[in-house]
């Protein structure tokens, strides 16, 4: 550590940062002109807990939930343990419930953060523990191409749908839908479990 200490000058990490995310606008900017498709940043209201978000997804044929841990910094974790999460648990924490509006496709498992490199979107703007928007999306084509056999089809209506793509530790959720509101709670899991499944009912 001595060795190096001469060597750090500060800002080294904001420097790194900085060129990643360099490295990720030019990966867009090089799929847009080829007319792939590519992720970019999604504006969403809160950060999940990168170790252990533990998301669950609750669908029917027209509503859509994900609820996942929020990440939240405890003052009294030395760093040098690992932080067990139990859904069990009824104690109080903080989470977040995420309702999708009109959607149309969902789908939540493989791939997870060891095999983000496997993903189409890998080197196409592809940021893990993120939650993003597919430009271009094939899976949104795809789905409408489908659909345009319908009598009632309407392109207008798909022209309002997103993909969505969430990148959580252990696993990958993906949609299709008009938009999001997300919900903050500080209750146990449990709670905003059964909170989640009574929106059904409504």
């Given at each position: 550590?001595?060795?190096?200490?001469?060597?750090?000058?500060?800002?080294?990490?904001?420097?790194?940062?900085?060129?990643?995310?360099?490295?990720?606008?030019?990966?867009?900017?090089?799929?847009?002109?080829?007319?792939?498709?590519?992720?970019?940043?999604?504006?969403?209201?809160?950060?999940?807990?990168?170790?252990?978000?533990?998301?669950?997804?609750?669908?029917?044929?027209?509503q859509c939930f994900?609820?996942?841990?929020?990440?939240?910094?405890?003052?009294?974790?030395?760093?040098?343990?690992?932080?067990?999460?139990?859904?069990?648990?009824?104690?109080?924490?903080?989470?977040?419930?995420?309702?999708?509006?009109?959607?149309?496709?969902?789908?939540?498992?493989?791939?997870?953060?060891?095999?983000?490199?496997?993903?189409?979107?890998?080197?196409?703007?592809?940021?893990?523990?993120?939650?993003?928007?597919?430009?271009?999306?094939?899976?949104?084509?795809?789905?409408?191409?489908?659909?345009?056999?319908?009598?009632?089809?309407?392109?207008?209506?798909?022209?309002?749908?997103?993909?969505?793509?969430?990148?959580?530790h252990d696993s990958?959720?993906?949609?299709?839908?008009?938009?999001?509101?997300?919900?903050?709670?500080?209750?146990?899991?449990?709670?905003?479990l059964d909170r989640?499944?009574?929106?059904?009912?409504?």
């Amino acid at each position: 550590m001595k060795a190096l200490a001469p060597k750090h000058k500060g800002g080294e990490v904001e420097e790194f940062q900085a060129a990643g995310q360099a490295v990720l606008l030019l990966e867009r900017e090089l799929s847009a002109v080829k007319g792939e498709q590519y992720a970019v940043p999604l504006a969403f209201p809160v950060t999940w807990d990168i170790g252990a978000p533990l998301p669950h997804l609750l669908k029917s044929d027209y509503q859509c939930f994900v609820i996942f841990y929020v990440a939240a910094s405890d003052p009294q974790w030395d760093g040098r343990t690992a932080k067990v999460v139990d859904p069990a648990n009824a104690a109080p924490v903080p989470l977040a419930l995420v309702e999708f509006e009109r959607c149309m496709s969902a789908k939540m498992g493989s791939p997870n953060d060891e095999v983000f490199h496997g993903h189409p979107l890998y080197k196409k703007g592809q940021e893990a523990y993120t939650a993003q928007e597919v430009v271009n999306s094939k899976w949104l084509a795809e789905l409408e191409a489908i659909n345009s056999v319908h009598s009632g089809y309407s392109p207008a209506l798909w022209r309002d749908l997103h993909h969505y793509v969430f990148w959580f530790h252990d696993s990958t959720f993906e949609c299709i839908a008009k938009s999001f509101e997300v919900e903050l709670s500080n209750v146990s899991f449990g709670a905003l479990l059964d909170r989640a499944i009574r929106k059904f009912l409504d």
